[in-house]
């Protein structure tokens, strides 16, 4: 079931096709769920949120490649690395990713 935590709106998508201005206006104060026949199928979020949400989904992607990375070091599977070495891998990495 779908919950909406913290502040935020829900617009239909009959709502976007009349009032798209004050939904996107809304959007810049709080998440704004778009939901159609009653289920979620969209968010409309700032684009300051939106650039927190992608830094800390890489976040918690580096932190589990550290994670994975202290444990195979304990296991005696990897040395470890200079910080030169480890950002090297890291930025490639993450360009990887995107």
């Known amino acids: 079931m779908f919950q909406v935590q913290g502040p935020a709106a829900i617009a239909t998508i009959q709502d976007l096709k009349t009032r798209l201005k004050a939904t996107l206006d809304a959007a810049q104060e709080m998440p704004v ?3 159609r026949g009653g289920e ?3 968010a409309i979020v700032s684009v300051e949120l939106m650039e927190i949400l992608q830094e ?8 589990q490649s550290a994670s994975e990375r202290l444990q195979a070091i304990q296991g005696g599977e990897e ?3 200079d910080e030169e070495d480890f950002w090297a ?4 990495i993450m360009t990887a990713r995107r």
């Open 79 to 81: 040395e470890l690395l």
């Open 56 to 63: 800390a989904l890489e976040d918690r992607y580096l932190g």
């Open 33 to 35: 769920y778009v939901t």
């Open 89 to 92: 891998q890291a930025d490639a």
């Open 40 to 42: 979620p199928v969209a």
